[in-house]
């Protein structure tokens, strides 16, 4: 799975970027909301004391470590920077389904200086999607909005609270319409009439441009922003459909709770787990961090590829646990080393060989295979192979014997039926 | 580099284990020696109260996670099990060259239960040998020595502090043989005929099996565990002439600190960067966990990735920091359906590509490739590609035009003259 996403990434001109697990804690409680998540580090023969050390913690995700590096390499980077980063992250969270405190992360993302061209937004979720095609788990939607829709729209019915709204609206899936209404119309103070509108324009979802904006424009609110919104959120559509349709699809109530993105923003689903909540997301923000007068905007998109795999295993035929297409047996401890020999040959041909631990009965030696799922058994007196699970016997010759194709490296098949094709 | 050794480890009927980074403070500690240097975790919020909370720290190596995994997991596993692991590992010692905090380990072990064949203490350091072949950084060797080998020739010396006696001869590169030798009489009480005959020992080294067994016999001494001792050295000695020859020397001052191994160890040096000291090291353990009655004996080696990696990138030509090998340019941003349209087709044929990040004059363009060394830039609209490196252009098309094998990936060139062949 990870190789696959790799491919994808470096296929689109991605960098590999992997940062340190460790970051200062001061780095690591510029975002604040997630703080207090964060492990820190002491080392145990100095826990008693504050030493002079830096104070460390681990990562919590993979934004902060690479605004990080941008800061300290702005100067040796080529602009657009894109990258991707694929590694572990910890949360001090109460562990459950789909939450974990140890887990792995995929991001992408593009960083420009000072400006970012806006086609890379339409890039990104386009690239993601083609790396969620490759893994072959079934079908993903990722679901996107712009906050200039939504802020422009806002604005264009008086709402003054504009990142309040958008908390709420956030809320939709796990509260409902009436609970969103009320936090709105309590909390945020706008009236009936412009909770009620804020909720119209979350109820919009579509693939189609046309379909999409003609909807949104019937609610009868316009700004400039929003025009520019719709405008962005419209070529999202159309390059989408002719690309990769049916991988994209706008849902006006993505709000991402987070208060930086300031454009398109993604959220993505695996179709028929919706339960799982979010496999990832991400959007565009006008400030990864700023060195003197530069700024970094950028856009970016994550999975969460554990979360995404816990599903997913749950589900699966996982393949045998080693890569061993044969076993060469041992007829006695003597002739140990003409069946290493054997083995050699194979695996200098790319089929993975092992070689039995004990010179036991051929049976026992037989069943050493089967226990590990390995398919073929090699008998080296006569040379010949075995297909243990049909029992067929052939005669062959290490340096030309070609093993089937489906049997050359384990696969894990995602159980039909309980995952959609 | 990863790729390569774990290509190797699973050519070779290696299981891929991957475990959580965070361990027990209790099971880390069972290792001594090391515990200082764990870095221990805390949950920010909760940093002045030693909560019920488990106590948690950082693995500082991967044998002490691979213990806990096989208590865990004894009853699923199918032994003599054989496992690789390439994680990241965590120590807080002083950074120095060759010294990190956090760095990347990559071990292969066996282990059996109860019992484990001698023959695997021969076939480890040779698997490895193969997977240091394959990453073509030079000439790299295999030290090994057998632990029955010294304690059953200072057995034949009556020596009695045999554990002593080894730990001061693994001085021997750091204080010379005159600083060994005081330490053994001063320290060690052996008399200086003593010191002397296990100098004799230390100094003896060869690849040829025949010889170091002379060399050895020839000192006149004869125990029982030594002559066990000198027939698995001479077995290990005699399978890797056979096999691979130049990869594993018998260098009998190699002793290794830690006291658990029983058997063969291991140390491996860079050939023309001893000063890096030893990039890895292993051997033979009786017991690596117990459950109940039974025990795991194994054998491991490992490689410091990290350190080996720092090393060779110090006098590398590095490649491009991306895999792109085509930058499609842009002709004006209506036509970047276009260009992405082409990029599109490469990338289906394995080809990596970008498309440019504005429709910039065409001399702009091809600047930014030239920035990140992409070697070739297309131009849409006549379909030409341009090797901007010898200036070359031609028409091609995009489902059919092959990049030259040779700029299809980035590859890291370890400098000639540097690097010894």
């Not at 510029?30 to 826990?47: N, P, Q």
């Not at 079934?138 to 909005?145: M, P, R, S, Y």
């Not at 999202?236 to 349709?245: D, G, K, M, S, Y």
């Not at 565009?284 to 003197?292: C, F, I, K, P, Q």
Request: net charge negative; proline share 4%; hydrophobic share 40%.
């Amino acid at each position: 799975m990870l190789d696959s996403l790799r491919r994808t990434f470096e296929l689109h001109g991605f960098s590999p970027l992997e940062t340190r697990a460790v970051e200062k804690l001061e780095t690591l409680a510029k975002k604040g909301e997630t703080s207090k998540e964060v492990y820190a580090l002491s080392r145990i023969h100095d826990v008693k004391s504050d030493s002079s050390d830096a104070q460390l913690g681990l990562h919590f995700d993979l934004t902060v470590p690479f605004a990080r590096f941008v800061v300290e390499n702005s100067g040796h980077l080529v602009f657009p920077f894109k990258r991707y980063q694929i590694q572990k992250v910890w949360r001090g969270e109460r562990p459950q389904e789909g939450r974990f405190r140890e887990f792995v992360q995929a991001d992408i993302d593009v960083v420009g200086q000072d400006t970012l061209p806006f086609h890379y937004e339409v890039d990104l979720p386009l690239v993601m999607a083609e790396a969620l095609d490759s893994l072959d788990i079934g079908q993903t939607i990722i679901q996107v909005n712009n906050r200039k829709v939504c802020e422009g729209f806002y604005e264009g019915l008086q709402i003054a609270d504009v990142a309040g709204t958008l908390r709420a609206v956030d809320k939709l899936d796990k509260i409902g319409e009436e609970g969103v209404a009320r936090i709105l119309v309590d909390d945020g103070g706008l009236s009936a009439q412009q909770a009620e509108a804020a909720l119209d324009l979350a109820r919009i979802s579509g693939e189609d441009a046309k379909d999409v904006l003609e909807q949104v424009r019937a609610l009868g609110v316009s700004t400039e922003l929003l025009e520019v919104g719709l405008s962005e959120l419209g070529d999202l559509l159309t390059e989408a459909q002719a690309t990769r349709p049916g991988a994209i699809r706008a849902v006006l109530k993505i709000a991402r709770g987070l208060d930086y993105y300031t454009g398109s923003v993604y959220e993505t689903l695996l179709v028929g787990h919706e339960d799982l909540g979010s496999i990832g997301g991400g959007g565009r923000y006008d400030s990864l961090a700023t060195v003197g007068k530069r700024s970094f905007p950028g856009v970016g998109i994550s999975i969460g590829v554990t979360r995404l795999l816990s599903r997913l295993l749950a589900s699966a035929e996982v393949g045998r646990p080693v890569a061993t297409v044969v076993l060469v047996a041992v007829a006695s401890e003597s002739e140990r080393h003409a069946s290493n020999e054997i083995a050699a040959q194979l695996r200098a041909r790319g089929i993975a060989a092992d070689v039995a631990p004990t010179a036991a009965k051929f049976g026992k030696q037989i069943r050493h295979a089967d226990r590990l799922g390995i398919p073929f058994v090699w008998f080296p007196g006569d040379n010949q192979v075995k297909d243990i699970r049909s029992g067929e016997q052939v005669e062959a010759d290490p340096r030309t014997w070609q093993a089937p194709d489906k049997d050359l490296y384990p696969v894990a098949r995602w159980r039909q039926g309980d995952m959609p094709s």
